[in-house]
């Protein structure tokens, strides 16, 4: 199954996240499928591809609540 989650980068006390579709099976830092967008909560800086998600929602994945709230939020 696919879900569309965050993925933890940066260093240590100033995360940075890309928001992937991967499959659930691989790790938070494994190789994604595709590339979403991003969020930089430090400098509250966002960007998603609504086009590219809704896709992966029409092909069968599932978004996580996380990456709902930040929707939400846009």
Known sequence: MV???LARGGVKNNPFY???AI???RK???KPLDII???HPAKN???IDTKKIDEW???GAQVSKAVEKLLKEK
């Open 57 to 59: 929602v029409k092909k």
């Open 23 to 25: 499959d659930t099976k």
């Open 45 to 47: 800086v966002k960007k």
């Open 18 to 20: 890309r928001i992937v």
């Open 37 to 39: 967008g991003y969020w």
């Open 28 to 30: 938070r830092g494994g």
């Open 3 to 5: 879900k569309i989650r």
